[in-house]
């Protein structure tokens, strides 16, 4: 069942959202080389708890850390622990805060240093398919319109449209109704009401998109080793168009 969320419980939403936002922001100057994912594991949580909040992600279905971590060809979901960041990748790090009962979550590639124009071309197309998504998530549009819109882009660029990890609803569950693709037919799916809530999380590859799972029962990788980008905010639906909870 979708739940709507009322005026109140948006409000509540956005002061979660903005959490993750500054985690983010302040991410931004620490993503070097050299740098390992349990120090910005750490550093993460240490903002979330300093605005009285709770990592999202940390102890769900014993999941380790407060952020999932993606090098190179990992699509979503890695650990974070020693490994330290090397010249030339890029890293996916999804963040989520649990706030006053809510939950804002938000995930964000970066380039580690110089990067090569094919890794750059993958993060930029997927920043743009993001926010082609953002764009029709509005109210009597569907599902499938978001989808269709970051898929027609996406493979019009020659690359992979992740199948098997979706968005989803959000709010007092880290995952509720509906999933949203980020692929699929335009005015198809469930119809887009105000007050819905929902994660749009393009993950797209510079290769195959199918994925496989790491013997730790949670890290996806791309089963050609290709690079996956992905770009993730929190949208509410309101009669006046999308609004990003998860922006400064």
């Known amino acids: 069942m979708i739940k709507l969320k009322s005026p109140r419980e948006i409000a509540i939403m956005r002061d979660a959202g ?4 500054e985690c983010h922001a302040a991410l931004a100057d620490r993503i070097e080389p050299g740098i390992s994912t349990r120090e910005l594991d750490r550093f993460v949580e240490s903002i979330i708890l300093k605005h009285g909040a709770t990592p999202s992600f940390k102890g769900y279905n014993g999941f380790p850390g407060a952020i999932c971590v993606a090098i190179d060809d990992v699509i979503c979901h890695g650990f974070p622990g020693s490994h330290r960041l090397k010249n030339g990748e890029i890293v996916t790090l999804d963040i989520g805060a649990f706030y006053k009962g809510y939950h804002g979550d938000r995930g964000w590639t970066y380039a580690v240093g110089e990067v090569s124009p094919e890794a750059q071309r993958l993060m930029e197309a997927t920043y743009k398919s993001l926010y082609l ?5 509005r109210v009597d549009q569907r599902l ?43 005015g198809q799916g469930a119809r887009l009401r105000s007050g819905m809530v929902i994660c749009i999380e393009p993950m797209i590859t510079l290769g195959d998109w199918r994925s496989k799972i790491e013997a730790d029962g949670w890290t996806a990788r791309t089963v050609d080793g290709s690079l996956c980008a992905q770009y993730e905010h929190t949208v509410a639906i309101t009669e006046n168009g999308p ?3 998860t922006d400064l």
């Open 18 to 21: 903005k959490i993750v936002a």
């Open 133 to 137: 998504g953002i764009e029709q998530a």
């Open 144 to 186: 499938g319109d978001i989808g269709h819109a970051i898929q027609s882009y996406a493979e019009g660029e020659g690359l992979g449209v992740v199948r098997e990890f979706t968005g989803h609803g959000l709010g007092q569950e880290l995952h509720e109704s509906p999933t949203v693709p980020h692929y699929g037919e335009p």
């Open 243 to 245: 609004e990003i909870l």
